[in-house]
Nanobody, 116 residues
């Protein structure tokens, strides 16, 4: 079972940038996802990194967020630019080891707060 540890969260002003990292205990030969959950809201997937290298984004973050992977470091990244107040949430990375849509391995999360 892969262990995932997120880092890079913090506070940023609207319009600013943050880069989240998700360090994995094994080689990242999985489908991966970035999720977020704001207080009182359902968890949503904001980005997905497919095994074939394709990336997918939810509409609200397109053109602002980019996910990438460094295989040498077993690390997944989420670059967040032009951040908005509504990006405030706890962010998680997760692994879908069989690329079945079942994200069964989760990190502990990292808090992102965007202020005006």
């Amino acid at each position: 079972q892969v262990q995932l540890v997120e880092s890079g969260g913090g506070s940023v002003e609207a319009g600013g940038s943050l880069r989240l990292s998700c360090a994995a205990s094994t080689y990242l030969d999985y489908c991966m996802g970035w999720f977020r959950q704001a207080p009182g809201k359902e968890r949503e997937r904001v980005a997905a990194f497919k095994r074939d290298g394709r990336t997918l984004y939810t509409d609200s973050v397109k053109e602002r967020f980019t996910t990438s992977k460094d295989n040498a470091k077993n690390t997944l990244y989420l670059q967040m630019n032009n951040m908005k107040l509504e990006d405030t949430a706890m962010y998680y990375c997760a692994a879908d080891t069989y690329c079945s849509g079942d994200y069964s391995n989760w990190g502990q999360g990292t808090q992102v707060t965007v202020s005006s």
